[in-house]
Structure formats: structure tokens, C-alpha cells
């Protein structure tokens, strides 16, 4: 929630402070500059440079501010580290009472601590020691070298002179301490605003990360190799699709028969989504490359198949009639019509299935895979390496977006009056 | 000679409800060598389907066509086409637009790189030859389409409003291109419009074709086109005959309309 109402605030300072700001020092001489009716002239709104790049710094700062990050200067209020104590009072059956210190010493998790040396001190209620992990909490039985004992009557009656009850929770200087249905106490020192590691890790952490998986691997591959292996199998499966779904949707597009036979299969595996045949591909062919391409294939297939097909339904009735006009034959009219005019169709059924085939191979490798990008997410989130899975993640998603975009670069390159007739 | 016959065409299109179109009924015509006819006719009248008969798209439910005496039943490099627009192929440039015909038939480059060059000045586009067609305007994309035509060297060139898309300006500049080409190379043209004035320009012969069912109407001789080779069409425009022609056939046209309408009225009610 305060995440939320931070990452607002900083939309709407950049905001003012970029147009009241920044703008009047940029000079805006293009065209668009000189509209008068931007508001409903969709044409007019283009994506303001600035917003896109503060909005991914804000981003980066809110996830390093907001896990204790060095690379950030601010920081949200991190867990409690260090020495704290707090004092209970006992009651003894007869009524009396007396105060105890507990001295507590919260460390960070994965550093090695002491419990504090205390000095018992005087009274029937001795002080206590203890070491709690930062964002962990600990049981303390007070009453271990108290004199008088929970089993003959003694119950702590106040938390630092608070009068507590057990069952209930009160703070304390840094954290809080809650009475336990049996009358033991619990201190769960103040957590502060930060996310555990555990959670989200830090920037830094998530880098180094990379920098150690590059190097050493994880799980018998190193991150490239798993890279590696998620997208050969997409290339091997996309290819082994396009090369028997184009020329499939060729055929549909011009001859009655294949469109006839082939009409309700591609029409009813269209709509299954490639996930769903994961488990069948895992039955038929395992957890091997072969499963995968053959998932891959299937996932490309159809979506090349139906581009080809609409690429050739969409050849204009005159460009055929003009080519036959000039001569070409059956074969010439194929080669140097039908086949440049369905190329835009074609490359679009290819970017949509390049994504397709991306996201199905990560699915395919979290249910189960030797190596790939999806089976090292898998694998770390099931022993809690929040850090790889998040470098994962960003890892996939940089891929899928660079394969988009190599695929409308050759698509400017290959198909260039595309939407330009 | 090449002469081009017409002979009994009739067309019937079969409706999905059991009814059926009559599209052209028994049409018979005779074009010889290197003349120009103009087709001229309301919507509806069957001309774009005499044309598809007659460059072989379309196979008549009677009659045939002819042409230098073989018998016409398929598209053929003989009987050019020139499309309204949208039929140049975009991933060609306009030097490979204007020599597909020759290269399909598998001339080598230099025989007929001349042809093509040629006929680029002569459509005014040898300096756009290596552009891409989108990259040119309505007008001149049309004029590559004559061009190509032009290349096949074909007998017949059969134009379907070949100009209809264009702006009035451009297009009156090729309606001077078209008559230029027309007396340059000797061709035998078909050219449907939707504009009278077009049709008494550009027609050495102009066909009037009526609706329901699609036949000849009237045919007419005009003077116009032979006169206006290399002139300024615009003053063959203001002569007092060509008022007088364009009157004549706009009120024939006219009266056409009225009595669809009035049978049609009739039909309904």
C-alpha cells in the first residue's frame, strides 16, 4: 500500500516536473508540435521519453529502496539489528511480583551470533538472554530460571509495566512481544518496511546472481547453456512448424481438397491451447528434446498454417488475373505472386508464433526438463533462490522481447511495403 | 489480321435462391486491328464481365471469342489487362513490374531491356525505375501498369477503367497518354469507363450497353480520339460536336435509368 501510494506520488511530481520543467527548455519543431487538437487525436500521442525512463529508474529504485539495496542511496526503514531489551513482571501465586530484563540480540540471518551474557540480578524473576534472526521471531521460556515456575502458578502480568494477558500482543522499543496461549513469551523484533530476501532480494544480489550462474552453472548447466537450450528448442520447433505449416496453408489456400481434408483438423487444434498438450507430449515422448520440439512444433504449426492460408486468400483478385495476363504459368504465378503477396501475413504469423512458442517451451521446462531457462526458475523457487527466480524472469523476458523485435526488424527488411498498399 | 469477334455471348450467374442473372445476353462484336472502343454503360450492364469473357477469366454460358481466328478459353498473353488499380506487384520494383511479362515468357535481360526502357520514357517514369510502387503516386503507379501491359507486346489490350481511381487533373493527362500509346504502338483497345466524357474521347468506337438483361444498346462512331491524338484534349472538349455527342448520350443514359427505375417501381408494386 505504500508502495503504491510512493509509486503514485512519483508519477505525478515527474509528471509536473517534466512539463512545467523540462519542457520549456526542449525545443518541439515537428509537426505534431504544431497541432492544436492533441486531446482525441490518437496520432498525436507519442510515448514521452522522459516518462518511459523514469518510469523504469522508479522501478529499480523502489525495488532496491524497498530491499535495502547499497546501489541506493534511500532506503525504506530496513529490520531491526542489534541489542534491545524489554522487562516482564511475574506473579508469583502469593501475589508478589517482581521485574525481569530480557536482553535480545537480533542478527542478521545467515551471520553468526552469541545469545547475550546477562546477570540473573535479584528477585524471584531472573533476567533473560537471547538472539533473534532479523524478520524471525523467538520463543522465550522465561520462567527457566525463574524461582517460581508457569506449572505452580506464576504468569507474567505486564510486558514493560503494559499489563498484558496471554493470548494478547504488546510493543515493545523494537518490536513486539506477544504472550502465548501458555504464557510464554514471544519477541518478534520490528521488521521495518524492507522485503525479506527471502521474498525479493536486492538488485545487487540478483546480479551477482547472474555473474554466479554464468560462471559455475546451476543444476549441471550454466545460465547460457539453459539460455541456450530454451531457445534452440524454440528455433528447431518453429522452424520444423513453418516448414510444414506454410506450405500446408498453401496448399488449403489453393486447392479444394487439402482445404476439405484439412479443414476441421487445423480448425479444431487452433483453439488448443499448446500447454494443454504438454501432458500428452510428456506421455508420448518424455521429458527430452524430442518432447519439447515436438510441443514447439505443434505450438507453430497451426498459427504458420493459418497465416499461410490467409497470406494466399488475400492475394488480390487482379494481381492473379494481371499475372496470368502477362503470361506467367501456374508455377511463375506461385513463385513471383502468390508466395511475395502472403510474405506480411506470413511474417506476422511467425512474430505471433516466435511468442507462442517462447512462453509455451518456459511452461513445458517448469512441469518438467534436464536444463532450460524454465527448469532453472523451477528449480530455484523450490529451494527458496528467490534470487535466481527473479533473474530468470527477467532473463525470459528480455529474450521474448528481442525476439520480437528481430522479427519486425526482418520484417522492415523482407516486407517492406507492408501495409503500404 | 487480328481481328477480335464477339460472337453470341451470353452470360447467366446461377443464384443461391434458384434465381438467376442474366449478365449479357447474345452480344455480338467485331473489333478489328487497332481500333479503340469504349464501353460505355450504367452499373449493372455486364461490361467488366464482357471484358473478364473476353480476357479469359470468365468462360460464357453461350458463345465464344475469337481471336485471330483461335478460339479464347483461358487468360493469355495475347490480351493484356489494365486493372482500375491494386494489381502491380509491390515487391517488384518498377523496372521488374514493367518487364514481368517478357521475363516470365524467359526472354534474357538484354532483349528486352530496351522495350522496357523505352517504354518507361515513354510514360514519363525513367527516372523512377529502381523506386518501389508504393512509393509512387495513383497517376504514375497507373502509368506503370500501361507500361507493363505495353511490354507483353500484347494484340488486345483490354482496360478496365483503367483511370476511374485517378483525380480529375491526372486524369485528364492520361487520358492524353492513353490516346498517345494507342496511336504510338497500333494496339487493338478495349477501354471501359464510368465517364462519358472519357468514353467520346477516348473511343474511335464508343459501345452504350443497357442493364437486366446485359446487351448492346447503340454504338457509335466518333471523330474525337483521331483528332485528339497530340492535342490538347481540353479544346476537343469545348468543340460544339463534342457538346452535342455528350448531350446525346448523357440523356440516353439518362432515359436508361428512368425506365430501370420505372420498372423497377413497376416490379414492386
Known sequence: MTILIIYIAIFATAFFAVRFGVRKFRQMKDFTSLKTVTFGDESAVRPDRWASVISVITVFLLWGA??????????????????????????????????????????????DAEEPEVDPGEGFAKNDGIKVGAWRSELLIMDKNDEVKRKEGAKIVAIDGQPVSAGETVSVADGKVALTAKGSINFSPSGGMQMEPIWLPAPEAVVARVGEIASEGYQNFTLWEHLFWSLFRVIVGFIIGAAVGIPLGYAMGLSDWFRGWFDPIVEFMRPVPPLALIPLVIIWAGIGESGKIILLFLAALWIMTISARAGVSGVAISKVHAAYSLGASKWQLMRHVIVPNSLPEIFTGARVAMGVCWGTVVAAELVAAEKGAGMMVMVASRFQNTDIVIMG????????????????????????????? | MSTLSIENISMRFDLPNGGHVQALQDVSLEIKTGELMSVLGPSGCGKTTLLNIVAGFLAPTDGKIMLNDHQVTGPGAERGMVFQQGALFEWMSVRDNVSFGPRMAGKREKDWAGTVDHLLDVVGLQGFKQKAVYELSGGMQQRVALARCLANDPDVILMDEPLGALDALTREKMQGLVLELWKETGKTIILITHSVEEALLLGERLLVMAPRPGRIHEEYRLPFADDGVGKDLRKVKKTSEFGQKREEILSMIWDMEEEIMGRTEEASA
Open chain 1, 66 to 111: 524497498f530491499t535495502g539495496s547499497t546501489w541506493v542511496p534511500i532506503h525504506a526503514p530496513g529490520p531491526f539489528v542489534g541489542e534491545t531489551e524489554f522487562t516482564y513482571t511475574l506473579e508469583a501465586p502469593d501475589g508478589a511480583r517482581d521485574d525481569a530484563t530480557v536482553y535480545a540480540r537480533v542478527f542478521k540471518v545467515g551471520e
Open chain 1, 393 to 421: 524472469i527477467i532473463l525470459i523476458g528480455i529474450i521474448g522481447y528481442g525476439i520480437d523485435i528481430l522479427m519486425r526488424k526482418a520484417e522492415a527488411w523482407l516486407v517492406p511495403w507492408k501495409g503500404r498498399i
